[in-house]
């Protein structure tokens, strides 16, 4: 085990033993995990398709911790930022900042997509009973459906809208942000847009260019990649529901898990050995996805996020060098809460064809008033994992039937009562949910997936790959518009069968 921030790591259910434990530090080594370790939290440009630095850990520094990156203190700008967001956050909580018609504001609504949504969301659905603000929605998906969901309940003299983009041109987030307008407009007319929009982005350019002033705009840099961006500004929505003492708590826990990374020895280091123990099944035992169950129902979210942080991290096929990968990359990574994943599709984990590891999250204690239903959710995490372990052997099964079946109808029915256990997990355990083990729980598995990207040798900081459905969705509008465009047969007939519904 390793236990680091009040995180307890438990993976003595890994089939791992001390030669493969030495085994894979020695990899570790070998691929220089503590170099670039180094190099991340320094600001080199380790992003390097991009030639950006790579520093989501500068956005919950202390105000202590100088950082000089290409001639620029860092620190000081991300909390010259946080101050302005805290005095925002504050005035929105407080009533003081006011909407078009003099009133203050109930309810605000965060419109972003990808790690501009898929962050904050997820913070604030999992810390909301340390919510104590207006009410925050979140709207992603161009699905008008969703937008039109949180309008309905909405009243347009009562609602701030903060558009998140880190570039200020996805199509979702400024299809959504333009709808937005539309509805806030047609009731309270153009002048109502300064009082009733703030943005968030890196693109101060595009966000003047949609009518939002520099005083409402929130900035962050380059150097904080879209899936590690919730630190920065785009948790604004989770700070104005939050207030900025919690908010400080949540990013002082991640600090805690970026001092532990930086300083631990490999051995010890738990996202390191989180991250070789997931090469270890990954790549020399063949399993294909990695499950994460949370025992936490306010952890609902939290898959999500961490499925746009690992998949698109770490979603590649070729080295940092550009030649192509001898081995896989990141696995599949799926799941669902406990004990809801337990109807669904543990039965599959247990006795399925192939071994998917899972890793257990267990907040221990409650924050209910339903004790014994804390008890049976922590039981059943903790007997989930013992049953991957042990699994059943066909004399125990045999034994447990025997009085009940006889004979050939015994043993007809013993093969389907059999577990093949050694199914590996791990289980981390926290105490409780609350911001500050929240914050160290997410920069665990950032950091995981770091030293992942470091043992693949691939840049885990660009995702060229969205790039290409992006651009065919352009060109599929256009044809859609009746303008000549080439599409492929295959495409062709799809949109022509559409187009008669
Ligand atoms: O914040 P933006 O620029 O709107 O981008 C949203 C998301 O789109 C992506 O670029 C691609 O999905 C993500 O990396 C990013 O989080």
């Not at 925050?136 to 699905?143: E, T």
């Not at 550009?322 to 599959?348: E, I, K």
């Not at 409650?366 to 052997?393: D, F, I, Y």
């Not at 790959?465 to 256009?478: D, I, N, P, S």
Request: hydrophobic share 45%; with cysteine; net charge negative.
């Amino acid at each position: 085990m390793i236990e680091a921030c009040g995180l307890y790591f438990d993976y003595s259910k890994q089939p791992v033993d001390q030669a493969v434990a030495d085994a894979l530090l020695a990899l570790a080594n070998e691929r220089d995990v503590s170099g670039w370790i180094a190099r991340m939290f320094a600001g080199e440009h380790i992003n390097h398709t991009e030639n950006r630095a790579v520093l989501h850990t500068a956005l919950r520094a202390p105000r202590s911790e100088a950082l000089v990156v290409d001639g620029q203190n860092v620190t000081d700008d991300v909390h010259r930022v946080l101050d302005r967001m805290a005095a925002f956050a504050e005035s929105v909580r407080q009533g003081t900042y006011r909407s078009a018609t003099g009133e203050t504001f109930t309810d605000v609504v965060n419109i972003g997509i990808g790690g501009s949504d898929l962050g904050p969301r997820m913070v604030n659905e999992t810390l909301i009973d340390f919510t104590d603000g207006p009410n925050v929605h979140y709207v992603a998906n161009v699905d008008g459906a969703q937008l039109e969901a949180v309008l309905k309940m909405l009243e347009p003299a009562q609602t701030l809208f903060i558009v998140t983009s880190k570039t200020f041109t996805t199509l979702e987030t400024m299809a959504n942000a333009n709808a937005a307008r539309r509805w806030l407009t047609v009731a309270l007319g153009d002048n109502a847009v300064a009082h009733h929009f703030v943005a968030v982005s890196t693109h101060a350019e595009e966000v003047r260019r949609f009518g939002i002033s520099a005083d409402c705009t929130f900035e962050f840099w380059d150097w904080v990649g879209g899936r590690y961006s919730v630190w920065s500004a785009v948790g604004l929505a989770l700070m104005i529901a939050l207030g900025p003492e919690r908010f400080r708590a949540w990013l002082n826990g991640a600090n805690a898990m970026d001092r532990h990374f930086r300083t631990t020895p490999l051995r010890s280091n738990l996202p390191v050995m989180m991250a070789l123990l997931a090469v270890w099944n990954r790549n020399f035992l063949g399993a294909a996805t990695q499950v994460v169950a949370a025992y936490a129902q306010k952890l609902e979210r939290f898959v999500a996020w961490l499925q746009q942080l690992e998949m698109e991290s770490n979603g590649k096929s070729v080295h940092r060098d550009g030649s192509a990968l001898q081995a896989h990359s990141t696995p599949a990574l799926w799941g669902d809460v406990g004990t809801n994943g337990q109807h669904a599709f543990f039965q599959m984990l247990h006795q399925g064809s192939e071994v998917h590891p899972v890793d257990f999250i267990l907040p221990v204690l409650g924050t209910h008033p339903w004790p014994e239903q804390q008890r049976m959710l922590v039981a059943n995490c903790l007997a989930q994992s013992a049953a991957l372990m042990r699994g059943k052997t066909a004399d125990e099964v045999r034994q447990e039937l025997r009085g009940q079946f006889e004979g050939e109808a015994l043993e007809a029915a013993v093969p389907h009562r059999v577990f093949p256990g050694n199914r590996p997990s791990s289980t981390l355990l926290m105490p409780q949910i609350d911001p500050y083990h929240l914050g160290a729980l997410m920069a665990l598995y950032e950091h995981r997936t770091f030293v992942l990207s470091i043992l693949w040798d691939i840049n885990a900081f660009d995702q060229w790959g969205v790039e290409l459905g992006k651009k065919l969705a352009q060109t599929v509008m256009k044809a859609m518009d009746g303008k000549p465009v080439e599409l492929d047969p295959s495409t062709a007939e799809l949109l022509k069968k559409a187009s008669t519904y």
